[in-house]
């Protein structure tokens, strides 16, 4: 009969940690790359240029049909056969999930971008405002109150998604845990406690940017 | 997904219900399945529960089950957002007419409620296809396993993967375009 038994895995707990530090390394390091990316290529989406529409186009389609597993494996078995240049697992599973998560980040900001109604533009246009200042003082503050939530869900997306690189052996928290389990036999409480983990992480992260959203970013009073 | 698909479809039901402990059940399932990654769950039900009861499940019932719940948390939410976007009007007018509260739901706001969740429920959906590929992980052969056997044999990763790429890439685009196709069809954004 199979007891369950905490205390095992815990005993572990600095493993984990670690884990869980590579973890938020990579998902800090690809919400950063990302959103930049992010941000050129939805200009690239919101371009009446043909040629740079289509291509940037061409890329979120790709990066948003294509699951991150099989880019992962590309990413990682296929330089070392292809030009010989063998990258560091964390290295490739930041590059693959930076640019996956651009593509997301890029359809989010564009919508925050269209959001804005033209006569805002004109408006500020006619004030005298140059085209830096439109940008600084009306589109980015609030495009950025639109899309805040969607950029919460996409920092969500990018943690759980942070899982699947145990495959390329990037050492982060579900990979160390694999490695516990195997060392004691204890999946099922290993598994159980991730479980718990990446829900409290996703939580937490929702009720940070729900409170950032009620503190810093009130709409502005009418007289 | 079908099963999850129904699934999912009740757990919403309940999820919209004014019975306090309803909700709160399917709330923590849905808030469970959503915040955590398909990898987990899949090692959960695959490694996990087996060492507990001391049995071994084959890696295609773990999958189908895992995906069914994975999806089925996705899929309340959808039909929750869609039954609570129907106006109160609605609902005040079956009651005015003697329907109960199930009859109402039956009958006037599901139909309702089905068209307005049908992109969201195609998103969802090509979702679950890509997040699919990690069932590969645990044995499953689909896709994705048949591609990682095929680049073992041939050692030409891009190649191999570079087609399952293109595959689903024509899955998912594909579905999507259904979708949009779909609602276009039925004038879902003309709906109000």
Same mark, same amino acid.
């Given at each position: 009969?199979?007891?369950? *038994?905490?205390?095992?895995?815990?005993?572990?707990?600095?493993?984990?940690?670690?884990?869980?530090?590579?973890?938020?390394?990579?998902?800090?390091?690809?919400?950063?790359?990302?959103?930049?990316?992010?941000?050129?290529?939805?200009?690239?989406?919101?371009?009446?240029?043909?040629?740079?529409?289509?291509?940037?186009?061409?890329?979120?389609?790709?990066?948003?049909?294509? #699951?991150?597993?099989?880019?992962?494996?590309?990413?990682?078995?296929?330089?070392?056969?292809?030009?010989?240049?063998?990258?560091?697992?964390?290295?490739?599973?930041?590059?693959?999930?930076?640019?996956?998560?651009?593509?997301?980040?890029?359809?989010?900001?564009?919508?925050?971008?269209?959001?804005?109604?033209?006569?805002?533009?004109?408006?500020?246009?006619?004030?005298?405002?140059?085209?830096? *200042?439109?940008?600084?003082?009306?589109?980015? #503050?609030?495009?950025?109150?639109?899309?805040?939530?969607?950029?919460?869900?996409?920092?969500?997306?990018?943690?759980?998604?942070?899982?699947?690189?145990?495959?390329?052996?990037?050492?982060?928290?579900?990979?160390?845990?694999?490695?516990?389990?195997?060392?004691?036999?204890?999946?099922?409480?290993?598994?159980?406690?991730?479980?718990?983990?990446?829900?409290?992480?996703?939580?937490?992260?929702?009720?940070?940017?729900?409170?950032?959203?009620?503190?810093?970013?009130?709409?502005?009073?009418?007289? | 997904?079908?099963?999850?698909?129904?699934?999912?479809?009740?757990?919403?039901?309940?999820?919209?219900?004014?019975?306090?402990?309803?909700?709160?059940?399917?709330?923590?399932?849905?808030?469970?399945?959503?915040?955590?990654?398909?990898?987990?769950?899949?090692?959960?039900?695959?490694?996990?529960?087996?060492?507990?009861?001391?049995?071994?499940? #084959?890696?295609?019932?773990?999958?189908?089950?895992?995906?069914?719940?994975?999806?089925?948390?996705?899929?309340?939410?959808?039909?929750?957002?869609?039954?609570?976007?129907?106006?109160?009007?609605?609902?005040?007018?079956?009651?005015?007419?003697?329907?109960?509260?199930?009859?109402?739901?039956?009958?006037?706001?599901?139909?309702?409620?089905?068209?307005?969740?049908?992109?969201?429920?195609?998103?969802?959906?090509?979702?679950?296809?890509?997040?699919?590929?990690?069932?590969?992980?645990?044995?499953?052969?689909?896709?994705?396993?048949?591609?990682?056997?095929?680049?073992?044999?041939?050692?030409?990763?891009?190649?191999?993967?570079?087609?399952?790429?293109?595959?689903?890439?024509?899955?998912?685009?594909?579905?999507?375009?259904?979708?949009?196709?779909?609602?276009?069809?039925?004038?879902?954004?003309?709906?109000?």
């Amino acid at each position: 009969m199979y007891t369950i *038994q905490f205390g095992e895995v815990l005993k572990y707990y600095d493993v984990l940690l670690k884990g869980l530090l590579v973890t938020l390394e990579l998902t800090i390091l690809v919400m950063l790359f990302g959103t930049i990316l992010g941000i050129i290529i939805s200009f690239g989406r919101i371009s009446k240029n043909k040629l740079i529409y289509g291509l940037s186009t061409g890329y979120v389609e790709f990066f948003r049909n294509v #699951p991150l597993l099989v880019l992962l494996y590309i990413a990682y078995y296929a330089p070392p056969e292809l030009f010989g240049l063998r990258l560091r697992p964390f290295v490739a599973g930041v590059i693959v999930m930076t640019l996956n998560s651009a593509a997301y980040e890029a359809e989010i900001i564009r919508g925050g971008i269209k959001g804005i109604r033209d006569e805002e533009r004109e408006a500020a246009l006619s004030l005298g405002l140059s085209k830096f *200042q439109l940008y600084r003082f009306i589109i980015i #503050p609030h495009a950025l109150r639109l899309i805040w939530e969607a950029l919460g869900n996409q920092l969500i997306s990018i943690i759980l998604g942070s899982c699947v690189t145990m495959i390329i052996t990037v050492g982060e928290v579900t990979y160390e845990g694999l490695i516990i389990g195997s060392r004691t036999a204890r999946h099922f409480e290993v598994f159980i406690i991730l479980l718990i983990l990446y829900v409290s992480l996703s939580v937490m992260m929702s009720t940070i940017f729900r409170a950032i959203k009620r503190i810093f970013m009130k709409p502005a009073e009418l007289e | 997904m079908a099963l999850g698909s129904v699934a999912g479809f009740f757990i919403g039901l309940m999820r919209a219900s004014k019975n306090k402990f309803l909700n709160l059940l399917s709330l923590c399932y849905v808030e469970t399945f959503r915040n955590s990654p398909l990898l987990i769950q899949l090692f959960l039900l695959y490694y996990g529960l087996p060492i507990l009861f001391n049995t071994h499940i #084959p890696a295609q019932t773990t999958a189908t089950i895992a995906i069914t719940l994975y999806t089925a948390g996705y899929m309340a939410e959808v039909f929750k957002s869609a039954i609570s976007a129907i106006e109160k009007g609605q609902w005040e007018a079956s009651y005015s007419l003697g329907l109960s509260y199930t009859h109402s739901l039956r009958c006037v706001i599901l139909p309702q409620a089905f068209r307005i969740a049908i992109p969201p429920l195609v998103g969802v959906f090509v979702m679950v296809l890509k997040d699919s590929s990690l069932v590969s992980i645990i044995g499953f052969v689909e896709l994705t396993r048949m591609a990682a056997m095929v680049r073992s044999l041939t050692f030409t990763t891009f190649d191999v993967f570079g087609v399952t790429a293109v595959l689903y890439f024509i899955m998912c685009y594909g579905f999507s375009k259904l979708g949009s196709f779909l609602e276009k069809k039925l004038e879902i954004a003309k709906v109000r």
